[in-house]
């Protein structure tokens, strides 16, 4: 590898939450055979009312929608790069796209994140590199986690590195191996219960700190088949659809439900890091800003929580998929088989020009 290479680029993250899109411009320089990062400029650019509705209904929709959709959801990205790029006199050389899942099922060697990555080579004039994940499934993985190799490249002076999105997940190196899971539903479950009492999201987890856990319910959570899978797995909305959700009583406080997703989540991130002995935690994801959540697993796991600025909480998947497109256009490896379960490590990604 050759020393004191640099790269800018932009990294598109859109998450299970719908929260929106996430955009990051970064720099990365590989000196002495290390690579080191920054985010030089960072915004989420929100989904409309109708855009939120459009990408959750994508999973029961037909062929033709499916196809209308990918395309609007692929000049939506290009232009609010062209608007990014232009507010903040950017050149990317490169954008690397995650695209956003409509179906996740690693059983079946099934998963689709929809963007259209020859539409928006053309319509920003800039190398588009996209689809990461059925490359992995093809190998036999989860397509999912992607992000340890960022982890191991750029966030190594961590013990673990915990994302709290729609979904968490972990991971960690054991043995010179980097392991990692998703972990349990999160965002997804908490904003669900939180947008039945009209808010979008829990503040802090307030609502929550003021509930009781349903012991019957934390209980039904904690023993779904999932939390028994060996390591390597992966999560999609539906298996929260099929399994979860139906366990759900109707009738029940919010603020109750709340405090019991809570303990759920926390529970299961104490049961995925215990392998490790208490150590630095990097937290990042909207969960990051869940003080009660992130109580609860201090106390609960032990780790030193370890909480970044802004813009690593926001745009650290961002970042790592910029650099996942950096390594794919390097050919080399960026996707881990310790950590999907692939049958190899492999270098993901289809490339635009």
Request: hydrophobic residues 35%.
């Amino acid at each position: 590898m050759e020393n004191n290479t640099q790269y800018r680029g932009i990294g598109i993250m859109s998450g299970t939450s719908l929260d929106g899109m996430d955009i990051a411009f970064c720099r990365f320089i590989l000196k002495n055979n290390s690579w080191e990062y920054d985010i030089l400029a960072a915004e989420t650019f929100p989904y409309s009312g109708k855009m939120k509705k459009q990408l959750g209904s994508l999973r029961n929709c037909s062929a033709s929608t499916l196809v209308r959709s990918e395309n609007e959801w692929s000049r939506f990205a290009s232009d609010r790069i062209h608007d990014f790029c232009e507010k903040y006199k950017l050149e990317p050389e490169f954008i690397a796209s995650h695209g956003h899942t409509v179906f996740h099922q690693p059983g079946e060697g099934l998963t689709l994140q929809i963007g259209n990555g020859a539409l928006m080579a053309a319509r920003t004039g800039v190398p588009v590199i996209c689809d990461f994940r059925r490359a992995d499934t093809a190998r036999g993985g989860q397509g999912a986690p992607l992000v340890p190799i960022g982890d191991r490249y750029l966030f190594g002076t961590y013990d673990l590195c915990l994302n709290l999105g729609g979904f968490a997940n972990v991971s960690f190196e054991e043995h010179g191996i980097r392991k990692a899971c998703d972990i349990c539903p999160c965002n997804v479950l908490l904003n669900h219960v939180a947008s039945t009492l009209g808010k979008a999201f829990d503040q802090n987890g307030e609502t929550a700190r003021e509930g009781k856990v349903l012991d019957r319910l934390l209980k039904k959570l904690n023993g779904l088949d999932f939390y028994r899978l060996t390591k390597p797995r992966s999560l999609g909305m539906e298996w929260v659809q099929k399994h979860l959700f139906p366990l759900v009583p109707r009738g029940e406080a919010g603020r109750d439900l709340l405090r019991t997703f809570t303990e759920h989540i926390a529970r299961q991130v104490t049961q995925a890091t215990g392998r490790k002995p208490p150590g630095r935690l990097l937290v990042t994801g909207g969960g990051a800003y869940n003080v009660f959540l992130l109580e609860r697993i201090k106390a609960l796991t032990g780790h030193e929580v370890i909480i970044p600025g802004q813009k690593l909480i926001d745009h650290k998947e961002a970042l790592i998929f910029a650099f996942m497109g950096i390594r794919r256009l390097r050919n080399e490896v960026n996707v881990l088989g310790s950590a999907t379960g692939a049958n190899k490590d492999h270098s993901a990604g289809a490339v635009y020009i």
